[in-house]
C-alpha cells in the first residue's frame, strides 16, 4: 500500500483557478456565494470533486510508474481507463489531505482489468473513495460508447437536441485551460504538459471535469436555482477511451451530452457523452447528485 504525503492541501486560490479552468460556477465553490447555499452543511466554499478526482488519478500513475504496474496497461491492451469513485465528504480549503494506493489487482481474461483501490482522507476522515481501472472494453454505459448523434458540429450549443433527452454543452480544449486544471489539482503540470519538451498529453481529468459545466448549463436552462436547491455530488463512474485521449489537440470541439437516468428518493442520475469533433467517443459514464 502506497500512502501519499499527508502534508497536501488546498487553498482558496486551487479552488477559484479550477473552477475558472473548468467553468463551474456552482456557488458551493464560490468565495462569496457560498453562504447563500440554503441548508448548507458545509463552513466555506469546497473544493471541486474533479479536482481531487484528478490529483488521485496523479497519484495512481505514480505510484504505478514506482510499482512495475504501467507496463501492464500495454502489455494485456487495457484501451480504457475507468474511474470508480464515491464522495463520502467534501474537502474544504486549509484541510489536510491523504492518499493511499493499493496494489494494483490483473484480471485475466477476454475483459482483462487492472484495478487499485484509492482512497482520500481529509483531516484522517474519509472523504473520497473508489477505484481506477483499465479495461479491454468500456466498464460502464457500454451501450453508450460510439453512438454519438449525427450533426453534432452544427447542433445548438447549450439547447436540447431536437427531440431528444441529449442536453449539448460544446467546448473548445486548450492546453492553458488544462494546464491551469491540473496546477490547481496539486498535479505537476509537466507530466502531461510541457511545450519546451514538446509534450503535450491532455489529463483524462480535465475533459471530464467539464461535464460540471455542461450539467450547471442544463440545470441554468431548465430554471433550476443553484441557491435554494443545492445538489452534491456522490458518485462519478466514466470511463475514457486512451486513444481518444492520445488525440487531444487544443482547440478541438468537445460535445458533452448529457441526459437524465432516473431519479428517486432524492437521487438524480445522468448520463454524461463526451465526443470529440464530428463522433469520436472520448468519455462515457454516470453522475450521481443528491439534493441537500
Same mark, same amino acid.
Given at each position: 500500500?502506497?500512502?501519499?504525503?499527508?502534508?497536501?492541501?488546498?487553498?482558496?486560490?486551487?479552488?477559484?483557478?479550477?473552477?475558472?479552468?473548468?467553468?463551474?460556477?456552482?456557488?458551493?465553490?464560490?468565495?462569496?456565494?457560498? +453562504?447563500?447555499?440554503?441548508?448548507?452543511?458545509?463552513?466555506?466554499?469546497?473544493?471541486?470533486?474533479?479536482?481531487?478526482?484528478?490529483?488521485?488519478?496523479?497519484?495512481?500513475?505514480?505510484?504505478?510508474?514506482?510499482?512495475?504496474?504501467?507496463?501492464?496497461?500495454?502489455?494485456?491492451?487495457? +484501451?480504457?481507463?475507468?474511474?470508480?469513485?464515491?464522495?463520502?465528504?467534501?474537502?474544504?480549503?486549509?484541510?489536510?489531505?491523504?492518499?493511499?494506493?493499493?496494489?494494483?489487482?490483473?484480471?485475466?481474461?477476454?475483459?482483462?482489468?487492472?484495478?487499485?483501490?484509492?482512497?482520500?482522507?481529509?483531516?484522517?476522515?474519509?472523504?473520497?473513495?473508489?477505484?481506477?481501472?483499465?479495461?479491454?472494453?468500456?466498464?460502464?454505459?457500454?451501450?453508450?460508447?460510439?453512438?454519438?448523434?449525427?450533426?453534432?458540429?452544427?447542433? &445548438?450549443?447549450?439547447?436540447?437536441?431536437?427531440?431528444?433527452?441529449?442536453?449539448?454543452? +460544446?467546448?473548445?480544449?486548450?492546453?492553458?485551460?488544462?494546464?491551469?486544471?491540473?496546477?490547481?489539482?496539486?498535479?505537476?503540470?509537466? +507530466?502531461?504538459?510541457?511545450?519546451?519538451?514538446?509534450?503535450?498529453?491532455?489529463?483524462?481529468?480535465?475533459?471530464?471535469?467539464?461535464?460540471?459545466?455542461?450539467?450547471?448549463?442544463?440545470?441554468?436552462?431548465?430554471?433550476?436555482?443553484?441557491?435554494?436547491?443545492?445538489?452534491?455530488?456522490?458518485?462519478?463512474?466514466?470511463?475514457?477511451?486512451?486513444?481518444?485521449?492520445?488525440?487531444?489537440?487544443?482547440?478541438?470541439?468537445?460535445?458533452?451530452?448529457?441526459?437524465?437516468?432516473?431519479?428517486?428518493?432524492?437521487?438524480? &442520475?445522468?448520463?454524461?457523452?463526451?465526443?470529440?469533433?464530428?463522433? &469520436?467517443?472520448?468519455?462515457?459514464?454516470?453522475?450521481?447528485?443528491?439534493?441537500?
Amino acid at each position: 500500500m502506497n500512502t501519499a504525503a499527508n502534508t497536501l492541501s488546498f487553498d482558496q486560490l486551487h479552488i477559484d483557478i479550477g473552477r475558472n479552468a473548468s467553468d463551474d460556477f456552482n456557488p458551493f465553490h464560490d468565495p462569496q456565494r457560498w +453562504r447563500n447555499v440554503r441548508r448548507n452543511p458545509f463552513s466555506g466554499p469546497i473544493v471541486l470533486g474533479f479536482q481531487l478526482e484528478c490529483l488521485i488519478a496523479a497519484c495512481v500513475e505514480r505510484y504505478r510508474d514506482s510499482n512495475a504496474e504501467t507496463a501492464l496497461i500495454a502489455e494485456l491492451g487495457l +484501451r480504457y481507463s475507468c474511474y470508480e469513485f464515491r464522495f463520502v465528504s467534501a474537502v474544504l480549503p486549509g484541510q489536510r489531505l491523504r492518499i493511499e494506493v493499493q496494489p494494483g489487482q490483473v484480471k485475466e481474461g477476454a475483459s482483462g482489468q487492472l484495478s487499485n483501490r484509492v482512497r482520500l482522507f481529509c483531516n484522517d476522515q474519509l472523504a473520497v473513495t473508489g477505484y481506477k481501472r483499465e479495461s479491454r472494453a468500456p466498464l460502464y454505459l457500454q451501450e453508450l460508447h460510439n453512438t454519438a448523434p449525427a450533426n453534432l458540429a452544427i447542433a &445548438q450549443d447549450r439547447d436540447y437536441l431536437p427531440g431528444s433527452a441529449w442536453f449539448l454543452k +460544446r467546448k473548445y480544449l486548450t492546453t492553458s485551460n488544462a494546464k491551469n486544471f491540473l496546477c490547481a489539482s496539486l498535479v505537476e503540470q509537466t +507530466r502531461y504538459i510541457d511545450e519546451i519538451a514538446e509534450k503535450v498529453d491532455f489529463p483524462e481529468m480535465f475533459p471530464c471535469a467539464l461535464i460540471s459545466n455542461a450539467l450547471l448549463e442544463r440545470a441554468w436552462r431548465d430554471g433550476h436555482d443553484f441557491e435554494a436547491q443545492p445538489m452534491i455530488y456522490l458518485a462519478h463512474r466514466l470511463c475514457c477511451d486512451r486513444v481518444a485521449v492520445a488525440g487531444m489537440r487544443s482547440n478541438t470541439a468537445l460535445h458533452i451530452l448529457t441526459r437524465p437516468s432516473s431519479d428517486a428518493a432524492g437521487l438524480t &442520475q445522468f448520463d454524461a457523452l463526451g465526443v470529440l469533433g464530428a463522433d &469520436q467517443t472520448l468519455f462515457q459514464g454516470r453522475i450521481d447528485l443528491q439534493a441537500l
